[in-house]
């Protein structure tokens, strides 16, 4: 009897044990990983190859800014991104005039075309996250305050040097057409006027900055229309802004676009309450071979190398470049940047997307798509 008892107890622990690793495999297939077959990134040259093939998109487009990119990239990949988005864009913090010289060349050779949207320059910006105190509310006017605005100045005149430097040396006229800002320092607080106010002022003392170094630039603001969603049940005013700021344009993430019916409400969400502010322009911020994915560990988690189906991204490049119902998108953004290391499927999404925006809808060609 001992003998059966302990034979039986060795089956328990050992049914124990594998219930407890398939629990582990099926919250780790859950979270992202899966028993499919594993798309290979295509390589630079085929990426290069079929971008020679692709139109110009019919609006322009603009990107989170390039870093890595300029040592990862050569001449004509960053060439054919300025000739199919209209513009090649920058980090503010830290672009150099390598970086600057290298898209004004870029956007030069494709403005030789002649095309009906010439390529420029987009300089990204996180403002209020470099010199302001880190531990100050937004009513804070102390000397960090002016240290935020001058530092933002001061990289933005730098810049602009850069730029006029290289079309000299080029004899080229490549414009730096937008300024892409993102904060996310301060938060709206309902109820807390002094607060808010506060925190419009400093929002609009970077905006009037940056429309006094470039007074024809584009200014775009992250964050500053509806969410909901896949991010929460209801939908609500997205808290980087209070709605009282200088405001040409709203925004909205799509930054989960498997999620078709809630990117397609959060943009229609938006439209409406630009409608409402009476702002005539909503910027989607467009997230390609990456985004927030629901999970188990955590009910919604950033994804850096996310190779969903290809023809989510195909279809939002239809949407957003010829639908009647995005009529209020003249511009639209990308994030992440193009061909960061740690999305090595954004160029074949980034294809996919330029081919609905044109019409063509093969995409097989572009790798296994699941």
């Known amino acids: 009897m001992p003998k059966f008892i302990n034979i039986a107890i060795a089956v328990l622990r050992t049914a124990g044990r594998c219930f407890l690793l398939y629990t582990v495999i099926f919250i780790f297939v859950a979270q992202g990983s899966c028993f499919v077959k594993a798309a290979t990134p295509l390589s630079q040259s085929g990426i290069l190859e079929k971008m020679r093939e692709l139109k110009p998109l019919p609006k322009m487009h603009y990107t989170w800014g ?72 937004p009513t804070d006017r102390g000397p960090t305050y002016r240290e935020e605005i001058e530092e933002f100045a001061g990289r933005l005149r730098l810049i602009g040097q850069f730029v006029e430097k290289s079309n000299s040396k080029y004899k080229s ?14 938060l709206k607080k309902d109820g807390n006027e002094k607060w808010n106010r506060a925190m419009c002022e400093a929002l609009d003392a970077i905006h009037r900055k940056a429309l006094e170094i470039f007074p024809n630039a584009r200014i775009e603001w992250y964050g500053r229309g509806m969410s909901g969603g896949i991010y929460r049940p209801d939908f ?49 911020w467009v997230a390609l071979a990456s985004g927030y994915r629901r999970g188990l560990v955590k009910p919604l988690y950033w994804e850096d190398d996310w190779d969903y189906d290809l023809t989510f991204s195909y279809n939002l490049g239809e949407e957003l470049n010829n639908s009647l119902q995005m009529g209020k998108t003249e511009v639209i953004v990308f994030f992440p940047a193009p061909f960061e290391r740690k999305t090595p499927n954004w160029g074949k999404h980034f294809i996919a997307y330029v081919r609905g925006a044109a019409g063509n809808s093969e995409v097989k060609d572009l790798g296994y798509s699941k």
């Open 66 to 137: 390039m870093w890595y990119q300029f040592e990862d990239c050569n001449e004509s990949l960053l060439y054919q991104l300025a000739r199919i988005n209209h513009s090649l864009c920058v980090k503010g913090e830290w672009a150099t005039q390598s970086q600057i010289e290298k898209c004004v060349y870029a956007c030069a050779k494709a403005n030789m075309l002649k095309p009906p949207i010439p390529s420029s320059i987009g300089i990204n910006y996180s403002p209020w996250h470099r010199k302001f105190g880190k531990d100050l509310p």
């Open 173 to 186: 006229n490549v414009a730096v057409s937008a300024i892409l800002l993102d904060c996310e320092r301060f």
């Open 236 to 284: 609500s005013q997205t808290p980087y802004w209070t709605g009282d700021e200088i405001k040409p344009s709203l925004s909205c993430a799509l930054y989960c676009l498997p999620e078709a019916n809630d990117m397609r409400e959060t943009y229609s969400r938006t439209v409406k309450l630009a409608d409402r502010l009476k702002v005539k322009s909503v910027t989607p």
